[in-house]
């Protein structure tokens, strides 16, 4: 069993270990920081929640030269608040060393982050385009910097983020070392890894059944009520310590936070058109327990790292079913149980097919005065009329209609089908 005493950090990173309570490292960890001590770069693919943040954040530490007053590394995050969670827990790292780390995002004073690089610091946390936007403006030298993170890679591609990166990357050393971490990695960013990354180490996390672990998957039929009133229903037959209802568009988290207030439920909303400091005001108000349901869009609330959500609803299911895993890895996070509601139609039947694929297990649940009540197997009525079908198929294919018709044929041959499937039906069964 390795530990981070493998390693042999320096003695300041070994208290900061020590004092944030790690034992031993996770899988990614371990497959990453040796990679990355030795500048080897590398790809490292796995779902958040897996402790990728100090797989890189821990080797980057080891490695600066605190006498070298230059940028050493530089670490972008698609959002905001990814960025300064990486920025919080860098700092937890090294704040008991002369070690200089700078953030920068946008929704903050451009010029009040030129000013700040009077200095430049070792090693850089940001968004792509406030720190392509500095490169620019030659208030940030990333030429010395040997090292470039690129977190939630797949969703920097998703939000257009890739050209800012590719930006800043192309006036980095010729022997950059690259470190992409993905949940998945799309067919249209291999170019763009491939520009900079000569044959590297891919790390591929098969995790997929950590994410079941300690999660409870309830599917809910909307039946012939409406989305709105269902979801209702549903919240008031739980009682969570958190929960975040996901919707697939700003408009529709919109509209149903409007209907819930409406309903006299508190909600938080998180999406893409908040101001920044709208933003930042709500992420507070979150963490200081002021709402007991959030309302979110998967780009928005993608790597935010909200503690203590005992429950993920899904108001709709995400088109990209990549974010359903996104969405339930919100619970049930160290070790602590949750739940995953989702609410569906008959047309989401396809989507649920292939969720399950995914190695989610699905009970489907009623909910009628304020209770759950288990509901038979979903397939269970497709399973018959498929049957049927088949039984169906049988009969046609030993009843053949007669060289010469007599009149009364088509009753003769009805007859003889209905026969034939009484006695399949009737063997079927036993068979059972």
């Known amino acids: 069993m390795s530990k981070y005493?493998?390693?042999?950090?320096?003695?300041f990173l070994r208290e900061a270990i020590a004092e944030l309570g790690f034992i031993e490292p996770t899988p990614i960890q371990k497959e990453m920081i040796?990679?990355?001590?030795?500048?080897?770069?590398a790809i490292g693919q796995a779902h958040t929640g897996t402790g990728k943040t100090h797989s890189f954040l821990l080797p980057i530490v080891q490695r600066i030269n605190e006498g070298k007053q230059e940028v050493q590394a530089i670490i972008t995050s698609p959002t905001r608040e990814l960025a300064q969670q990486i920025f919080d827990a860098l700092n937890q790292l090294i704040e008991n060393t002369s070690i200089q780390a700078k953030l920068f995002i946008g929704g903050t004073d451009k010029q009040r982050s030129i000013d700040k690089l009077k200095t430049q610091p070792q090693i850089v946390v940001g968004t792509p385009g406030r720190i392509r936007d500095l490169v620019k403006e030659n208030a940030l030298l990333v030429h010395t910097a040997p090292i470039l993170v690129?977190?939630?890679?797949?969703?920097?591609?998703?939000?257009?983020?890739i050209e800012e990166i590719d930006g800043f990357a192309s006036v980095m050393p010729e022997n950059l070392e690259m470190y992409?971490?993905?949940?998945?990695?799309p067919e249209k960013l291999k170019p763009f890894l491939k520009k900079y990354m000569e044959s590297p180490v891919h790390i591929h996390m098969n995790d997929k059944r950590p994410v079941a672990e300690g999660i409870d998957f309830i599917l809910v039929p909307v039946r012939s009520k409406s989305r709105n009133r269902r979801l209702k229903e549903v919240i008031e037959a739980i009682n969570p310590f958190l929960a975040v209802i996901f919707c697939n568009t700003r408009k529709n988290a919109e509209a149903v936070a409007a209907y819930l207030a409406e309903e006299g439920i508190r909600t938080g909303q998180i999406h893409g058109d908040l101001t920044p400091r709208d933003r930042k005001k709500m992420m507070k108000q979150i963490r200081d327990l002021e709402?007991?349901?959030?309302?979110?869009?998967?780009?928005a609330a993608r790597g935010i790292d909200i503690q203590g959500i005992s429950h993920v609803i899904n108001y709709e299911i995400p088109e990209d079913l990549e974010?359903?895993?996104?969405?339930v890895g919100r619970t049930a996070r160290a070790g602590n149980k949750g739940t995953a509601i989702t609410l569906f139609e008959p047309e989401d039947e396809d989507a649920v097919v292939r969720?399950?694929?995914?190695?989610?297990?699905?009970?489907?649940?009623?909910v009628k005065n304020g209770e759950w009540i288990e509901l038979k197997e979903r397939h269970a009525r497709q399973n018959r009329v498929k049957q049927e079908n088949e039984i169906d198929q049988i009969a046609k294919s030993r009843v053949r209609k007669p060289k010469k018709v007599k009149?009364?044929?088509?009753?003769?041959?009805?007859?003889?089908?209905?026969?034939?499937?009484k006695k399949e039906r009737r063997k079927r069964n036993r068979s059972k």
């Open 5 to 11: 005493t493998d390693y042999d950090f320096k003695p």
């Open 34 to 41: 040796p990679l990355i001590l030795k500048g080897k770069s």
């Open 150 to 161: 690129v977190d939630e890679a797949d969703l920097a591609f998703d939000m257009g983020f």
């Open 180 to 185: 992409v971490f993905s949940a998945t990695i």
């Open 291 to 299: 709402f007991q349901y959030i309302v979110a869009t998967d780009l």
């Open 323 to 327: 974010f359903f895993i996104h969405r």
């Open 355 to 366: 969720v399950e694929k995914m190695g989610i297990p699905f009970v489907q649940k009623d």
């Open 407 to 421: 009149p009364g044929y088509k009753r003769a041959m009805k007859w003889e089908m209905d026969a034939i499937k």
